[in-house]
C-alpha cells in the first residue's frame, strides 16, 4: 500500500488549552510534518502564549520545534484575553517547566510568508487563534492566497450564539478586522466553526482513564483540562470540555469526519453589538460567490476517540 508523504503544515496558534490538545496531537501525528508553530495574541498575551508553545514542545519531546512570535494585539481593536477559560497563564493548572528553548528571531508573519511560498501548493496553513499574523502576512505577500494548499481556521458561530459576546466566537471577536481581511483574500479557505467543536467534548472520565496510564503527557492533559473543564461546568453545566481547536487540525488527514458547505461569509464590523459575528450567506441572497469551505457537521464521537488513541501512543512512544 501507498503511504501519502506527510502533509507540511503551519500552525498559527495562541496557547491556550485546547491549542495545547492541538499542538500535541499534531506531534503525534503521522500523517502531518508540523513545520512549525507561528505564535498570536488571544487566548493570554504573546509572551505567555510563546513560553506555552515552546513547554509544550519540550514536553512532546520537541524542543527543536520552531517556534515564532507573532502579533500581539489586534489590528484595530484594543486586545481581549481569555485568561477566565484558559487560567492565568493560558494553561489551566499545568505547570511546565521552562526550558532552554527560545523563539527563533524571525516574525512569526515572515515566517508564514516565507514558508509558504517556498513551496507553492504544498504546506497547509492551520490558523486556531485569531487571525492577526495570517492578515497581515496576507497584506505583505498577497501571492500567499494562490501559494497556499489551505487554511484551516477554527472560528466563528453561525448557527449558535458566541462563546464571548451574545453572537460572536472569540477568534473572531479578538480580531475582527484580520478575519475579513482572510475572508477576502481568496484564500481557499475552511472554517471549522465554534457552533461545531463545541460539542466535540472531552468527559472528566475520559481525562481520568488517560492519567491512568501515567506519565507526563496524561499528567499534563490532566491538569490543564482540570481548569478549563471546571469553566465548562460553571458555563455550561457539564463536567467535560470542548476540543476547539485539535477538531480544526485534524481536518488536515482526517476530512472524511466532516461535512461541508461551500458559502459566502462576512464579518460583522460596525455593530458594537454583534461586532465579529460572522454572517454566512446561508439562502444565496448576497450573489457573491462562495469564499468558504464550512463545516456543518462532524463526528465528534469517532474524533474524540481517535485523539484518545493518539495522546496514549504520544505518551508510551515518550515512556520507552
Ligand atoms: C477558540 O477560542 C479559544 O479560546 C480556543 O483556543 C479556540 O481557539 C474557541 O472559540
Ligand atoms: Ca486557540
Redesign the pocket.
Known amino acids: 500500500m501507498n503511504v501519502p508523504p506527510p502533509r507540511r503544515v503551519l500552525l498559527d496558534t495562541?496557547p491556550?488549552?485546547?491549542?495545547a490538545l492541538a499542538i500535541l496531537l499534531g506531534l503525534a501525528s503521522p500523517e502531518i510534518d508540523l513545520a512549525a508553530l507561528s505564535v498570536v495574541h488571544?487566548?493570554c498575551t504573546l509572551v505567555e502564549a510563546v513560553t506555552n508553545a515552546l513547554a509544550i514542545a519540550g514536553l512532546a519531546g520537541r524542543p527543536d520545534l520552531t517556534v515564532a512570535a507573532g502579533c500581539d494585539r489586534p489590528l484595530l481593536r484594543p486586545p481581549v484575553t481569555?485568561h477566565d477559560?484558559?487560567g492565568t497563564h493560558g494553561l489551566g493548572y499545568a505547570r511546565l517547566p521552562w526550558g532552554a528553548a527560545q523563539p527563533v528571531a524571525e516574525h512569526a508573519v515572515d515566517l508564514l510568508i516565507r514558508e509558504i511560498m517556498a513551496a507553492p501548493g504544498e504546506v497547509t496553513l492551520v490558523a486556531?487563534?485569531p487571525l492577526t499574523n495570517v492578515a497581515l502576512a496576507l497584506r505583505k505577500e498577497p501571492r500567499l492566497a494562490q501559494a497556499v494548499r489551505e487554511c484551516i481556521f477554527?472560528?466563528g458561530a453561525f448557527r449558535a450564539e458566541g462563546?464571548?459576546t451574545p453572537l460572536a466566537?472569540?477568534?473572531v471577536f479578538a480580531d475582527p478586522h484580520a478575519a475579513q481581511i482572510v475572508l477576502s483574500s481568496g484564500i481557499p479557505l475552511t472554517i471549522m466553526p465554534?457552533d461545531i467543536?463545541r460539542d466535540v467534548r472531552l468527559s472528566q472520565g475520559d481525562v481520568d482513564r488517560l492519567l491512568a496510564r501515567g506519565g507526563p503527557i496524561p499528567r499534563f492533559i490532566a491538569e490543564a483540562t482540570r481548569y478549563y473543564i471546571e469553566f465548562h461546568l460553571r458555563e455550561f453545566g457539564w463536567a467535560g470540555c470542548?476540543i476547539?481547536?485539535p477538531a480544526a487540525l485534524a481536518l488536515v488527514w482526517w476530512p472524511e469526519l466532516a461535512q461541508t458547505r461551500d458559502i459566502y461569509v462576512e464579518v460583522e464590523l460596525t455593530s458594537e453589538l454583534t461586532l465579529g459575528k460572522t454572517v454566512g450567506d446561508v439562502g444565496g441572497k448576497s450573489g457573491c460567490a462562495p469564499n468558504v469551505r464550512l463545516v456543518e457537521s462532524f463526528d465528534a464521537t469517532e474524533f474524540v476517540a481517535r485523539f484518545l488513541r493518539r495522546m496514549e501512543e504520544l505518551a508510551e512512544r515518550l515512556a520507552g
Open positions: 495562541d491556550g488549552i485546547d491549542d488571544g487566548n481569555a477559560t484558559h486556531i487563534g477554527m472560528g462563546n464571548i466566537e472569540f477568534n465554534w467543536t470542548s476547539n481547536d
